[in-house]
């Protein structure tokens, strides 16, 4: 039994999520569960886990009831079956855990959003992102809606961000808010994954509709790749989707010709879609969460 906090007894916490929580005939015709079984990936790839553990243990930070199968599984699929990679990635996440204590708390109950009163570093740091330039509906992160819906889904609506005003957030902050964004997230998929016995990431929503040039910032920009490269290896297997909507046809025309000439790794993660007009769009996203937990902006029936 694994000793996470998010995994004891009396932690799954009671998430109020934007839209019905009812599930129309339509969400469950739509919706199937495609994520791979956990037993299936252990079975197969088993040699390289048993090798990653054996090295791993001799980690002073290492704890066999948290740094379990499942979670050198990540490091594994991430870094394509390379040991002395995924090796690299688990020492370093175990440094990154220990320095931001993150660990010790659930911290699901509240989605960063709805912050009200932090009360440490990380969830601090994202406060500064509320307080500059973020509104709390632009970045909005939503919990698992029932029992069909699985993803974490991440909304973005870029047109709602003061890029500018973000830019005085400090780089220290930057970071910290980051990873209690990702840290949120990891803690959901990996409750998740564990009790239904599947592999589980997040899904990213992008409303990109409305944007202009003169929305650029320069420092936010190089602040947000600067913190990006310090989580880059410590929460592996987030994402298994970025969903880039309404964009504008100055963007939309580029990917088009661009697509072909991507990694398939690239591509297999980010799709632009118009999915308010266009049916198979709608249903890439549908996917993974029901019709009724779906904004109205991108072709849904939720007026969140």
Avoid at 50 to 74: G, I, V
Avoid at 170 to 184: H, I, P, R
Avoid at 252 to 257: A, D, R, V
């Amino acid at each position: 039994m694994t000793t996470w906090a998010w995994m004891q007894q009396g932690a799954k916490p009671s998430v109020k999520n934007n839209g019905s929580n009812n599930e129309s005939n339509e969400d469950k015709d739509i919706m199937d569960d495609n994520r791979p079984l956990i037993s299936d990936l252990l079975t197969e790839h088993r040699e390289r886990i048993d090798e990653f553990q054996t090295q791993l243990s001799k980690d002073d930070l290492y704890d066999k009831d948290k740094h379990d199968d499942l979670w050198m599984l990540r490091f594994l699929l991430s870094h394509k079956k390379d040991l002395d990679k995924a090796l690299s990635a688990a020492k370093e996440t175990l440094q990154f855990r220990k320095k931001y204590n993150l660990d010790d708390k659930d911290i699901r109950s509240v989605p960063p959003q709805d912050i009200k009163e932090p009360d440490g570093v990380t969830s601090r740091g994202f406060q500064c992102f509320l307080n500059n330039g973020v509104p709390r509906d632009a970045v909005r992160l939503v919990a698992p809606a029932n029992e069909k819906s699985h993803a974490v889904v991440v909304y973005f609506s870029i047109k709602d961000i003061d890029t500018h005003k973000l830019a005085e957030v400090k780089q220290e902050d930057w970071v910290a808010g980051m990873v209690y964004a990702n840290e949120w997230q990891f803690q959901w998929n990996d409750y998740t994954s564990r009790t239904t016995g599947r592999l589980t990431k997040s899904i990213h929503i992008i409303d990109v509709s409305d944007i202009n040039l003169s929305m650029r910032d320069s420092t936010t920009q190089e602040k947000y790749a600067k913190a990006g490269k310090e989580l880059q290896n410590c929460y592996p297997q987030g994402v298994e989707s970025y969903f880039v909507c309404n964009a504008p046809f100055w963007i939309q025309g580029p990917w088009k010709l661009l697509k072909p000439l991507l990694p398939v790794r690239v591509v297999s993660k980010l799709d632009f879609l118009n999915p308010k007009e266009n049916e198979p769009d709608r249903d890439q996203i549908l996917r993974f969460l029901p019709s009724s937990q779906l904004p109205t902006q991108f072709g849904g029936v939720s007026a969140h």
